[in-house]
């Protein structure tokens, strides 16, 4: 009994025992399931991870090399610019390659460059930059260009740029240039000033893991292109250099021719004041002889004269005084003109002088009942002047004024400052002066050609002697003129 | 310490030496101990470097290296000299080497380098090692090793390579010679106080990958699946693209290695990828370990700059082998930064060594070049202070007396 039951409790405590066991191993494998579940999730998790990772990576790498370009081309335009300032500041055809320096070239991302312009007289090539490469590599490219001009010319003329990756260019030319040229990639664009001769710029690099970009050609182009504007530049100052040089070598020439001439003129007017002035004394001996002996005939000392013989003399004698008068002007004008005339100059009161030549132009006045008046201002009215050589010219522009001015006319004096000067003015409402006889009207012997003129006698020296004393007083002389309304006379004289 | 500083951007070699010996010299009162130059490789010659020895009047170890860019108190320079003449303090030693064919030979070199640098050495506690080397040394991993089987597992290295531009080869310059393939570097002993702070600025992106299979530099699979298919399956591209973003793909987006207790991954640029699909990258990779895609940033780039000065700055002041006060302290930086972060920072390059020269205060001479490969000792415990080459990383040593 007690086995039985002993047996019956063993039994049931297996069976409590299994039943406990499958619950603990039902709920463990509920556990590992979700461990299971966990892990996956995990795994999940970190494989989402790994491929966010890699979308991430490719993003960057890519974000990387849009990023190196930018930096390169950034890089590249500044050493652009840096180059084109190089270039453009000078106007010496020389100096522009001169200026180039070897590391605005690096920065653009090539480390040989050539640069050849085309000799037309010499028909080769001639090196003109030599950035990268040793002497004998460059002698070596130079003399592979001139046993191969052809190509090299028509792709000036072609005037657009080519590189290692251009498709105008076939693969075997693109070989031979890079074996030639020694680069990997290359890029040559052409030089195109519109003046003298023409190139091209060559590029190259021998970094095969940095091949040509669109850009690059484009900035390689820019380059030939400041360069061609440059050499343009520099040819067109050299043309304008040139011209101006030869203009300024002319206009020296003339300068000297004129001056040779002017020294001539004023020789010969230096002769000719001179061969006045000594023929003019030489005159004036016979004269004044010839004018004494008239006299003392005319006085009837030497016997009464017959009346026919009287006119005569007394002929003789007007015109002797008109000569002496003639003679004296001539002295006169030779006189200042050469500087031996000095003038006296004191502050003279302007109403004084024209009332003592309106004093002695009374008579003529008066014959032709002509109003002479003035109109002195006051701040005009006194001159530093020679008044003796002064009245001279009131007393030949008045006696003009009263010649050629009709009965009963007007002549009118007015004076006013002018600057540090007081100007003159002696109007009348006579016949006038022509206006192509308004210059030369100062001129020794020059007579307007008119009727009155042709009437009353004149030596044509009066405006000359005005001229020239108005001019030894630093003054200007001119007229201003209307043919049948009248002239005016202006003149300054200083204060 | 007295320390002189010139810098010349002029284009002849001669010119530049003449130039910047002559304001280096103008700081330096008494004989000078040590001449260290970096310049652009269009200027390097052996005229550069009998220029400045004749400048100087005397005989001085000269060691430096030309390359793409250097970087001094001026800025960032891709023509020009820049040349730093030091005299140590009294209880600082210090001794120079130089091994050739270090591409062929790449741990025997190192161990040959160790043995020169520790010529003179041995009643003198060393301090720290700077190695030089033109272009890539391929197996620079191999080379850290022979030269640690020498000076010893935890000591601590700095240096750096130049790398070759596309057109141009960098050179070594080691006392009046210019050569390539070869090393140069000082051993420094006694009282010196120095500091280090390297740091790259790159972040991991996507899930963990191991590398299933790989033999020193080269890496044979990747998640048991050909190398090349993780960069294949990220950019999403062929064999043939892949090969022709090579260098853009080996600057932006680098494996970086995990390392227990390190705060930044161990970066590793690719060199090439092989046909059979492995791939070669510029430092050991051991096999077993967990990388990661890596990425990096301008912003990222800066910051890690920044991070590796204030590092340098602080630790000078952290453990002096000889009492310093901050006040009238006369120090400089030589700052190795990588080329790929020119590449990454392009236009704000010059931000970088601004950043540098804040933090460092302009009391601080700075001298420096872009480089590829920069040598520095891991931090974490684990490491004891193990020499790794690092890639993409900027290294700021301060040297302070």
Redesign the interface.
């Known amino acids: 009994m007690v086995g039985e039951n002993t047996m019956y409790l063993i039994g049931l405590a297996g069976l409590i025992t299994v039943v406990y066991l499958s619950v603990i191993i039902m709920l463990k494998m509920k556990k590992i399931k979700a461990l299971q579940t966990e892990i996956y999730k995990l795994q999940r998790a970190?494989?989402e991870?790994?491929e966010q990772?890699?979308l991430?990576?490719?993003t960057?790498?890519e974000l990387?090399?849009a990023?190196?370009e930018l930096?390169k081309k950034?890089?590249s335009l500044y050493a652009l610019q840096k180059l084109s300032r190089a270039v453009s500041t000078s106007l010496e055809e020389n100096q522009i390659f001169k200026r180039i320096e070897v590391?605005y070239l690096e920065e653009l991302g090539f480390?040989k460059t050539l640069v050849y312009l085309w000799d037309e007289q010499e028909k080769k090539f001639r090196l003109f930059i030599n950035k990268g490469y040793s002497e004998e590599d460059s002698v070596a490219i130079t003399d592979y260009l001139n046993f191969n001009t052809e190509p090299y010319l028509n792709f000036i003329k072609s005037q657009k740029a080519l590189s290692a990756n251009s498709k105008a260019l076939d693969d075997a030319k693109k070989e031979t240039i890079k074996f030639k040229f020694k680069v990997a990639s290359f890029v040559l664009a052409p030089i195109l000033p519109k003046e003298g001769s023409q190139g091209f710029i060559f590029a190259g690099t021998?970094?095969k893991?940095?091949p040509i970009s669109e850009g690059d050609e484009e900035l390689i182009t820019i380059l030939a292109n400041q360069l061609g504007q440059a050499l343009e530049n520099a040819r067109l100052f050299e043309k304008t250099w040139r011209a101006q040089q030869d203009l300024e070598k002319k206009v020296e020439e003339r300068t000297r021719d004129l001056t040779r001439a002017l020294e001539e003129v004023k020789m010969i007017s230096q002769r000719k004041t001179e061969f006045v002035s000594s023929v003019s004394h030489e005159l004036r001996t016979p004269l004044t002889s010839i004018k004494g002996y008239a006299a003392i005939l005319l006085t009837g000392k030497l016997g009464e004269l017959p009346e026919e013989v009287r006119l005569r003399l007394d002929k003789i004698n007007r015109h002797s005084d008109e000569l002496v008068q003639f003679v004296n002007d001539l002295l006169d004008i030779s006189r200042i003109e050469a500087g031996r005339e000095a003038m006296k100059q004191t502050s003279e009161e302007l109403k004084k002088i024209i009332d003592s030549v309106s004093d002695l132009l009374s008579t003529q006045l008066k014959e032709k009942e002509i109003e002479l008046s003035y109109d002195i201002a006051d701040n005009a009215g006194v001159v530093f002047v020679d008044s003796n050589q002064i009245k001279r010219v009131f007393i030949n522009l008045i006696n003009n004024a009263i010649k050629f001015s009709p009965p009963k006319g007007k002549i009118t004096i007015k004076s006013h400052k002018d600057d540090k000067q007081v100007q003159i003015d002696i109007s009348d409402n006579g016949c006038g002066i022509p206006e192509h006889a308004q210059g030369p009207i100062f001129e020794e012997f020059y007579r307007v050609d008119n009727q009155i003129n042709q009437q009353l006698k004149g030596t044509g020296l009066g405006l000359t002697l005005v001229k020239n004393i108005v001019q030894a007083h630093k003054g200007k002389i001119w007229v201003k003129s209307q043919p049948g309304i009248g002239s005016t006379f202006s003149f300054t004289l200083p204060q | 310490m007295d320390i002189g500083l010139g810098f010349s951007t002029a284009k002849n070699s001669v010119l530049a030496a003449q130039e910047a010996t002559r304001l280096a010299k103008m700081n330096m009162k008494e004989e000078i101990d040590l001449a260290v130059a970096f310049s652009s490789t269009d200027i390097s010659s052996t005229n550069l470097l009998n220029t400045i020895a004749t400048s100087l009047g005397t005989e001085v170890p000269l060691i430096g290296l030309s390359g793409l860019a250097i970087i001094s108190n001026q800025g960032i320079s891709?023509?020009g000299l820049v040349l730093l003449l030091l005299k140590f303090p009294e209880g600082v030693h210090f001794n120079t080497a130089y091994t050739k064919d270090v591409n062929e030979r790449s741990t025997l070199a190192g161990e040959e380098m160790g043995e020169k640098l520790l010529y003179g050495f041995q009643d003198i506690p060393r301090a720290l090692a700077m190695i030089f080397s033109d272009g890539l040394i391929e197996a620079g991993s191999n080379f850290i090793y022979g030269l640690q089987e020498r000076l010893g597992r935890s000591f601590p290295v700095t240096g750096a390579s130049a790398p070759d531009s596309?057109?141009l080869k960098s050179h070594l310059y080691f006392n009046r010679e210019v050569s390539t393939n070869g090393c140069a570097g000082i051993l420094w002993g006694g009282k010196l106080n120095f500091s280090l702070g390297i740091k790259h600025g790159w972040k991991p992106?996507?899930?963990p990958h191991i590398v299933t299979k790989s033999n020193d530099n080269v890496v044979d699979e990747i998640d048991y699946k050909p190398a090349v298919k993780f960069y294949q399956?990220?950019?999403?591209c062929d064999f043939a693209k892949l090969r022709?973003?090579l260098?853009?793909?080996s600057i932006?987006?680098p494996i970086g290695v995990y390392l227990e207790g390190e705060e930044e991954y161990l970066l590793r640029n690719i060199l090439s990828i092989e046909s059979n699909g492995t791939m070669r990258f510029q430092g050991n990779v051991p096999q077993g370990s967990q990388i990661r895609?890596m990425?990096g940033t301008k912003e990222t780039c800066l910051a890690a700059a920044k991070q590796a000065a204030e590092e340098a700055k602080r630790n000078l002041f952290s453990n002096p082998r000889m009492e310093i006060k901050k006040e009238g302290l006369k120090k400089f930086a030589l700052v190795f930064s990588s080329i790929s972060r020119f590449m990454l920072l392009?236009?704000d390059a010059n931000r970088e060594s601004e950043i540098i020269q804040e933090v460092l205060g302009p009391d601080t001479s700075v001298i420096g070049l872009y480089t590829r490969g920069e040598l520095a000792p891991l931090r974490a415990v684990s490491y004891r202070g193990e020499v790794y080459l690092h890639n993409q990383a900027i290294s700021i040593l301060i040297i302070g007396g």
């Open positions: 970190l494989d991870t790994e990772a890699k991430l990576v490719r960057d790498m990387n090399k990023q190196e930096d950034v890089t590391s480390e021998e970094n893991d940095a | 891709t023509h596309v057109f992106l996507g899930k399956e990220y950019f999403n022709k973003d260098n853009q793909i932006f987006y895609l990425i392009r236009r």
